[in-house]
């Protein structure tokens, strides 16, 4: 029999020709089999995996040690003969954040300088208040600085100060003390000089120019409200020592209001209509109204009191307004100029240096809200760009309840013109002069703090934490952990839901600029223990507060543990 035959010109095997045809079931059941096979396969593992757990739940139910030689359940869990050595564990930074999550913070995401290094994960922190800001992370841009003396808090200044002006954001300072000439010198900077026998005088009832945003009603009522502020809270600077404390009668209040009215052309009386325009004011030209009592007397008399008895009842007043501009301060601050012309607010800054005006504290608090004043007028402008202004000892100024007003309405107008006020205390225990507990002054004061946006408090003492953590809404491990930071370290509160323990890093030519003054003074029995000596105290801290608190968030303990080892 012939092996091939041809079929339509192809060879093939006879036996290929001559088979039966192929079943056509035979895939489908080729196809059970093999899913029959798979399932077999699955439960098998099923069942591995199902004895795997059962012996895990029996050895966690037994407890640690159970079966062996060394260690038991109990008081000797986890105790062995020979130390376990297990593998160094290596992951890169992106799956840390899941083996580590309540230790390794995602970050803001948000771009801006370099701060230094969040101890917590040792990742690069940076911060830009504007970004904040519009990101809507924050609610205020203003922020709060707190740090006992040598704690790094004016290093931080400076420094925020030089890094943020790679990012075009200019900065305006006063300046009590000479610390930041170094700074200005670097950058080119004349400080602006203010005192008696300087050459410098200003105007701080210059008016504020019109935002775009505002209507023309409301800017007349912001100057209006910021230049009463400004005159009541002076006054009263001035007259508390020989009323005791005590603040303006209600009948001054109104004199000064009206002869404000009466100089910027906004009486609206019939003699005296409210003019189309502001008219320029000034100390000298407010008190040359204040004695013309011609110019006031028919709002007094519609107010129902008689001018002879609104004069003399503001008798005070005219006499310490007067002997503001020719006692003291003069020369200062009698400006009758519009506008104050020695701030250049294209300059990367501005430095009013009152190092020369310390004779005693009522004079410091005027120059201070004076010279702040005059500076806020000139660079609250809407084409002034975003700009970082300084409130050193700002204590000092808010113990008076119209300079808290005034600082109040400062702070509101932030918002409207890219300014970032940075207020700094020393410790909130200063805000005990501050009026009386519960006191409107007190409320006023608190609220202004708790409402900036980014709350920084580097180290503290004992008697500071608790209104510390109150005011910079800090959790309990947290207040805690501020009596141990050191030099440069401090714990950032960034709107209502982020914390940070950031350590300042400065650089080399940093360095030579910041460190005046103080010179980053060491504190004995912090800053200068051992990295050792140090771990013990952090340990027994922790185990302090485990044991005075146990249902504490143990995430917050591990962080401030892990922040010992990274030198804070």
Known sequence: MALFTKSKDLWVPAWARDAPPARPDLAEAVARRLAARDEAARASLDAVEA????????????????????GAAGAGAARIGKRMQLPVHTAPSGMMKAVYPWMVDPGLGVPGAYIGADVMSMSSFMFDIWELYEREIVRSPNISLIGVLGSGKSALQKSLILRMLAFGVRFSWVQLKPEYDDLCAALGIEPLKCGPGQLISLNPLAMVRRHPEQTDAQWRHSNRVRRTSLLEGILRVKVSASRKGGGLSSVERS????????????????????????????LPTLYAALVDKTLWAARAEAAGVPAE????????????????????????????????????????????DLSAVRDDPTSTVLSMVCAQSAMEAELMHPDAGRRLVGYDEAWAVMKYMELLKRLQEQFKLARMFGISNMIAFHRFSDMDGIGDAGS??????????????????????????????????????????????????????????????????????????????????????????????WEEIMDTWITEANAANPSADASARSASARSSSAGV
């Open 51 to 70: 004895e795997k757990y059962l012996r895990e739940v029996e050895s966690v139910k037994a407890g640690p040690g159970a079966g062996r030689r060394h």
């Open 309 to 352: 008895d609104a004069y003399r009842q503001t008798q005070d007043v005219r006499l310490e307004l007067a002997d503001l501009i020719s006692g003291s301060l003069r020369g200062m601050f009698d400006s009758t100029a519009e506008k104050n012309a020695a701030f250049d607010i294209a300059a990367p800054g501005t430095l009013l």
């Open 440 to 533: 409107a002054e007190r409320g006023i004061a608190t609220g202004l703090l708790e409402d900036c946006g980014v709350k920084i408090a580097y180290r503290q003492e004992e008697a500071s934490l608790e209104i510390t953590r109150k005011l910079n809404g800090l959790s309990e491990v947290q207040m805690n952990l501020l009596r141990y930071l050191k030099v440069g370290v401090g714990v950032w509160k960034i709107g209502n839901d982020h914390a940070y323990v950031v350590k300042h890093i400065l650089s080399d030519i940093e360095k030579r600029l910041v460190n005046t003054d103080s010179k980053m003074k060491i504190v004995r029995g912090v800053d200068d223990i051992s990295q050792a000596d």
């Open 255 to 282: 004199v000064i209001g009206w002869a404000l009215d009466a100089v910027t052309g906004q009486n609206g009386t019939d003699a005296d209509p409210v003019r189309d325009r502001l008219a320029p004011v000034s």
